[in-house]
């Protein structure tokens, strides 16, 4: 079964095939007759070659692809430098490298916790990429808990106690509560008393809000989302497709 977006397009394809032959007289000047005849024509040669409508569709779905596409690339081109270098979003693998990849994230989504061993695996096999990890706690309260008590360990106790938080935030199997969030501190040798009291720090609230704002401007509403380089990357990857695209920026470099 066609599903129904595909359908309402295969409508709209319909109309745009017929459409050069009704601006080639004028429809409002034929009788009802006319017009009746008119629609009977196209209706039986669209039902004799349906593959017209097929066609047109495949290449409606390719335009706009190509134009969600381009229009990706200006978003990120026209906020390259918030992306990549915001001036507090942590940085992991290698600071200096000639690649950079950012990706929003949030802790509770679970295609962001399939993504994190690949991400691993990356940069585990390719010792010049710069990761910038954006907090964009969208699934709840629990999500937003998390980012602020990742965030606040980072202003409290420093990028590598950010990085040893974020890595256990992102695999944590129960909710993240007070509890749970002191036991990590306490696992993780932190002060969790001076974490949990940043949690709510403008600092804090305010780091979110500009990753929100980026978010909204560059049309992103889920997670896990990447930007590499300059090319939005909408969804999970797995570690072998980013290598290959890496891949194919260096070789366009050289």
């Known amino acids: 079964m066609i599903a129904l977006s595909r359908m309402a397009m295969i ?3 319909a ?5 050069p032959a009704a601006r080639a007289f004028d429809l409002n000047a ?9 629609g009977e024509a196209v209706r039986s040669y669209l039902l004799e070659n349906p593959e017209v409508i097929l066609e047109a569709v495949d290449k409606l779905e390719q335009q706009q692809a190509e134009a969600e596409a381009a229009r990706d690339d200006a978003l990120v081109q026209a ?3 918030e992306l990549q270098n915001d001036g507090y979003s942590w940085v992991g693998g290698n600071p200096e490298g000639d690649i950079t990849l950012v990706e929003f994230m949030d802790y509770r989504c679970g295609y962001c916790r399939k993504a994190a061993p690949e991400i691993e695996a990356l940069l585990a096999a390719d010792d010049n990429i710069r990761l910038v990890v954006k907090e964009f706690p969208i699934l709840g309260e629990a999500s937003v808990l998390s980012s602020r008590f990742a965030i606040a360990t980072r202003l409290v106790a420093g990028v590598e106690a950010y990085e040893q938080v974020h890595n256990t935030l992102i695999a944590l199997p129960t909710e993240p509560s007070e509890v749970a969030l002191r036991r990590i501190a306490d696992d993780l040798s932190l002060d969790g008393d001076a974490i949990l009291a940043r949690m709510a720090d403008p600092e804090v609230t305010k780091e979110l809000q500009r990753n929100r704002e980026l978010a909204q401007v560059l049309s992103i509403s889920g997670t896990p989302t990447f930007v590499l380089e300059d090319e939005m990357l909408r969804g999970y990857l ?7 695209m890496i891949k194919e920026i260096r070789d366009a470099r050289s």
């Open 11 to 13: 409508a709209a394809c």
């Open 79 to 81: 906020n390259l430098d």
């Open 238 to 244: 797995p570690a072998d497709q980013m290598q290959i």
């Open 15 to 19: 109309l745009t095939l017929t459409a």
């Open 30 to 38: 034929m009788s009802a007759e006319e017009r009746e005849a008119f």
